[in-house]
């Protein structure tokens, strides 16, 4: 699903009101509606940071 790309300018002629149904608009609640390379990416941030800063369990 391609979602509009509100322009700057766009923006600017809404009230705030407007601006902030757009925004809400936007956000997406359940991840499998998220692009599936984003959620990749996500994962694999997610998956690095928590290598770098949990310390390893060791038996």
């Given at each position: 699903?391609?979602r509009?790309?509100w322009?700057?300018?766009?923006?600017?002629?809404m009230?705030?009101?407007?601006?902030?149904?757009?925004?809400?608009?936007?956000i997406?609640?359940?991840?499998?509606?998220?692009?599936?390379?984003?959620l990749a990416?996500?994962?694999?941030r997610?998956?690095?940071?928590?290598?770098?800063t949990?310390?390893?369990?060791r038996?």
């Amino acid at each position: 699903m391609t979602r509009k790309v509100w322009t700057a300018a766009e923006l600017e002629a809404m009230d705030p009101a407007e601006v902030d149904a757009v925004f809400e608009e936007g956000i997406i609640w359940d991840p499998a509606e998220a692009p599936q390379e984003l959620l990749a990416r996500t994962r694999e941030r997610i998956v690095r940071r928590i290598e770098e800063t949990e310390p390893t369990q060791r038996s």
